[in-house]
C-alpha cells in the first residue's frame, strides 16, 4: 500500500524526532559517569550562584555563609573570606565559558581593590590571590592585567609587613589571648597562613625579585618544623617569643591542644604540595605525602571520606583540654570545607609522587561524596551556596553545620583539577 503525502510527512518528521532523541541520548550517554557528575555540579554551581548574585548586590558585602534565618551572611573587604566568591565566579568561568560568569568574577574581584592594604592579618594571600590571582589566567586587557599586577605586588608588600626574620615566620594575628583566656599569645602562626603562600611565590615570579619567595620558604620551612607532630598532624597555632623560640602549640578551633583539627590538615597538605610545586624543593613534598598519609589513613575518617571537624573528636576516651558541650548536639558534625579543600589538594599532590593513584582515588571518593544527596545542595536551596555542611569554628560555637564559602571555592577548583586528570 502506498503511503499519501501526509503519512509520508509524518514519517518524515517522526524519524527526525527520533533521531534527535536518540542523539541527546547518546550524547548524555557519551559522557562516562565521572565527567557526568563534573558537570551535573557545575550545573548545580551555576544555579545555586546565580542565586547568590541576585541576593547579594552589595559590592562591600562578601557572601561568606548563612544566618540563623538562613539568609546570606556576608562580611567586608578586611575579613579572611572575601576572596573566595568572586574566585568561585571565575571557576564558573573556566567551566562554562559563558561571558556573564567571567562579568560577575571581574565586578567581585575590582571590588576588593582595597584588599591590597590588609596588614591586619596574614590572610591578604587568600583575599587577594584567590580572586586577583585567578582573573590574571583570563584576562586579556592589557591594561587591567597592568592593573592586577600591581595590585598583587602591593599586596605582597603587604603580607611581607607581618614577617620578623628573627622569628622567620608571618605573623598570624597580633599579640592576643587564645580562645580560652588562659594564653596569651605574642607571635601566634597558624597552619592556615601556608595557604597565603602562593601569592608571594607568584610575585616573586612576576617581578623578578626573590624576597618574597625567600620569605614564603623561610615561613614554610619554620611550619614544617614547629607544627608537625611525630606521625605529621598538625599543631593548629603556633606561638613564638621575639626570638623565634616556641612557647605554645595550642588549637583555636580544634577539639584539643593535642588533636588534629581537619581542616587544619588540609591546609598543610593543600599548602606544601602548592610549595613543592613553586620550588621543587623535596622536603616539602615529603611533609605533603606524610600529612596526606596521615589524613587518608586515619581509623577516624569516615566511610564517605569527609572528615569530622577534629579526627579525635569520636575516639573513645579522648577527653579534651576544654569543658565543651557541644551545645547537646547528638551527632558529630562533618566539615565539607575540610573534604573539599584537601580533595583538591590531594589531586595535586598525585601528579608529583610515583604512587600518586592512592592520592588521586581517595580525592576521587571525596568529590563523589560531595557531589552527592548528602552534601551537594538543592537547587534554591541553601541560600546560594553549593554545599552544605561545613563547620567554622565548633570551640567558639561559631559556623556549625552551615555553608562555608570556601567549601564552595575549593570544591569547585577540585572538580576542575579532577576534570583536567581524566583528560
Not at 568561568?93 to 576588593?112: D, G, I, R, V
Request: hydrophobic fraction near 35%.
Amino acid at each position: 500500500m502506498k503511503l499519501t503525502k501526509f503519512k509520508m510527512k509524518r514519517s518524515r518528521l517522526l524519524l527526525v524526532s527520533a533521531l534527535a532523541v536518540s542523539v541527546t541520548a547518546s550524547s548524555f550517554l557519551l559522557l562516562s559517569p565521572k565527567t557526568a557528575m563534573i558537570k551535573k555540579d557545575f550545573a548545580v554551581a551555576e544555579k545555586q550562584y546565580g542565586q547568590l548574585l541576585k541576593t547579594s548586590t552589595n559590592l562591600t558585602q562578601f557572601p561568606r555563609t548563612t544566618n540563623k534565618d538562613g539568609s546570606v551572611r556576608s562580611t567586608d573587604v578586611w575579613d579572611w573570606t572575601g576572596g573566595f566568591f568572586p574566585g568561585g565566579l571565575w571557576y564558573l568561568y573556566e567551566y562554562t565559558q559563558k561571558p556573564e560568569w567571567k562579568a560577575a568574577a571581574t565586578k567581585w574581584t575590582e571590588a576588593l581593590e582595597k584588599g591590597q592594604f590588609l596588614t591586619q592579618h596574614h590572610d591578604v594571600g587568600f583575599v587577594m590571590y584567590c580572586s586577583y590571582g585567578n582573573a590574571l589566567r583570563f584576562e586579556k586587557d592589557p591594561e587591567k592585567i597592568e592593573k592586577y599586577h600591581k595590585i598583587l605586588i602591593q599586596s605582597a608588600e603587604s603580607a611581607l609587613t607581618r614577617f620578623d626574620p628573627k622569628v622567620g615566620l608571618i605573623k598570624s594575628w597580633n599579640a592576643k589571648k587564645s580562645w580560652d583566656k588562659k594564653t596569651t599569645w605574642q607571635y601566634p602562626v597558624i597552619i592556615d597562613n601556608m595557604m597565603n603562600l602562593e601569592m608571594l611565590c607568584y610575585v616573586s615570579k612576576l617581578t623578578g625579585n626573590p624576597k618574597y619567595k625567600e620569605v614564603a620558604m623561610s615561613h614554610a620551612l619554620n611550619t614544617m618544623k614547629n607544627h608537625f607532630r611525630p606521625d605529621f598532624s598538625t599543631y593548629h597555632v603556633v606561638d613564638y617569643d621575639a626570638d623565634g623560640k616556641v612557647l605554645h602549640q595550642q588549637t583555636n578551633q580544634g577539639y584539643s591542644d593535642n588533636s588534629t583539627w581537619s581542616r587544619g590538615q588540609g591546609w598543610a597538605i593543600y599548602g606544601f604540595t602548592m610549595m613543592y610545586r613553586e620550588t621543587k624543593d623535596k622536603r616539602f613534598l615529603e611533609a605533603a605525602q606524610k600529612a596526606a598519609d596521615f589524613y587518608i589513613n586515619h581509623p577516624n575518617l569516615p566511610k564517605d571520606k569527609i572528615p569530622y571537624w577534629d579526627f579525635n573528636v569520636n575516639q573513645a576516651g579522648y577527653q579534651p583540654d576544654w569543658a565543651y558541650d557541644a551545645k547537646k548536639l547528638d551527632y558529630i558534625p562533618r566539615d565539607a570545607s575540610a573534604g573539599s579543600l584537601t580533595a583538591s589538594g590531594l589531586l595535586e599532590l598525585s601528579t608529583f609522587v610515583p604512587d600518586g593513584s592512592k592520592y588521586f582515588k581517595q580525592a576521587e571518593l571525596m568529590l563523589q561524596s560531595l557531589s552527592g544527596n548528602g552534601y551537594l545542595a538543592k537547587p534554591g536551596t541553601n541560600a546560594g551556596f553549593i554545599l552544605e555542611h561545613s563547620v567554622g569554628s565548633m570551640p567558639h560555637n561559631s559556623e556549625i553545620d552551615v555553608p562555608l564559602v570556601y567549601a564552595d571555592y575549593y570544591f569547585l577548583e577540585a572538580l576542575l583539577r579532577y576534570q583536567k586528570l581524566l583528560k
